[in-house]
């Protein structure tokens, strides 16, 4: 996807602009992508990008939301959706409509980016069980944050698929409860979100493990 740029000059405003190839849009598969969009920090933003999705029968996977700059009174919106290619761009072009929206980027198509999520995850029981849920957690990297005779509350901070490998293993060794925060992303490299987006340029990122 090559995206349409601004004169030299002009001032980056948004939103979403991009010119699709089309047997891009004739893929009928369902790809999974984060969209990160900044937004003014004021009443009912959020509702209406989620009314947005809703109103249009888009699904929402996760959805994180966080202000960012106190003084330009900005906030990020981080939203995992998934969509054949042309749902997607219909759906960054909508977003980018939204008057409150200023920024709307695909970093799944962008280019590397880095996404985390953090879990609490309560699992009760004794026993074997107990045990083995503890080697389970010590494998996995998470954290113990509160015990008690009958059960533990787990942290991990991890993928959205290294926690979902982690519940799973979880669910025969007492789990009861599960509370995550959903995808947190940036792009990679030295480029912000509200930087203007240049053609054809490639970068030598290595990811941190």
Not at 5 to 12: C, G, K, R, T
Not at 183 to 206: F, L, V, Y
């Amino acid at each position: 996807m090559t995206p349409t740029s601004p004169a030299a000059n002009e001032p980056v405003t948004n939103l979403y602009e991009g010119m699709v190839p089309v047997a891009r849009l004739k893929d009928v598969r369902i790809y999974r992508h984060v969209l990160s969009v900044l937004v003014d920090n004021e009443a009912g933003v959020l509702a209406r990008v989620t009314g947005l999705f809703s109103g249009r029968g888009y699904n929402i996977e996760s959805l994180t939301v966080s202000e960012v700059d106190k003084e330009k009174q900005v906030s990020r919106i981080n939203v995992v959706t998934s969509g054949t290619h042309q749902v997607i761009e219909q759906i960054k072009a909508q977003l980018g409509r939204l008057v409150p929206v200023r920024v709307v980027r695909d970093l799944t198509d962008d280019g590397p980016s880095i996404e985390r999520e953090l879990a609490l995850m309560k699992v009760v029981g004794g026993g074997k069980k107990r045990t083995d849920a503890l080697r389970w957690a010590d494998k996995h990297g998470a954290q113990i944050v509160e015990s008690t005779p009958k059960s533990f509350v787990f942290q991990m901070i991890g993928t959205t698929a290294e926690i979902n490998d982690f519940v799973i293993g979880l669910q025969p060794l007492g789990l009861v409860e599960v509370s995550r925060t959903g995808a947190a992303a940036i792009a990679c490299g030295e480029k912000a979100i509200d930087h203007e987006q240049e053609d054809n340029t490639e970068a030598d990122i290595k990811l941190a493990d």
